[in-house]
């Protein structure tokens, strides 16, 4: 029996499209939020995680902005739906890495910058918690992409129209 076999409740479209929207509307306030900031204050929170060679920091914080924005926006909208869902927990799940990587590694994480300068911060280790549980709440549109209520949808049917 298939681990999903019991949860057919996961297959239900308000429930797919509810959990899409929230995700979107999640990498679409984060995205701006780090937008928002001075660059090189995000830069010094990539810094504090000890991964990511110096030379290469800039361009993180100049390009996972505007991906979380887009990705939010696609998320949102249901456009190109199962690319973009495939590729918000991509991200999500790079995220909670790299912060299980600062809880493995011992990195005390004042902040950690996933919600930009706002006054909302989170060590580390709470904000891995965090991560796992959204991960987990994911998981049900990775399996079943919501293509209901999405752009998606609405031009395969004006693709059907014009093709008849």
């Known amino acids: 029996m ?3 076999g019991n949860w057919r ?15 979107g509307a999640f990498f679409i306030f984060t995205g701006v939020l780090k937008l928002m900031e ?10 504090a995680y000890q991964i990511f060679p110096a030379a290469v920091i800039p361009w993180i914080s100049l390009t996972l902005p505007w991906f979380e924005l887009t990705v939010g926006t696609c998320l949102a909208l249901g456009f190109l739906t199962t690319a973009f ?11 909670t890495l790299a912060l299980g990587y600062t809880v493995v590694m011992g990195i005390n994480l004042e902040d950690c910058g996933c919600f930009g300068s706002i006054g909302f911060k989170q060590s580390g280790s709470a904000a891995f918690i ?10 049900p549109i990775l399996r079943y992409p919501a293509h209901a209520w999405s752009l998606d949808a609405f031009l395969e049917k004006e693709n059907v129209k014009i093709d008849s």
Request: net charge positive.
């Open 2 to 4: 298939a681990l999903w």
């Open 85 to 95: 869902t495939w590729m918000g927990g991509t991200i999500l799940l790079g995220f």
């Open 9 to 23: 409740w996961l297959r239900n479209p308000v429930l797919l499209v509810t959990i899409r929207l929230l995700f």
């Open 130 to 139: 965090r991560n796992l549980f959204l991960l987990a709440l994911y998981v």
């Open 38 to 47: 001075p660059r090189e204050e995000f830069e010094a929170v990539i810094r």
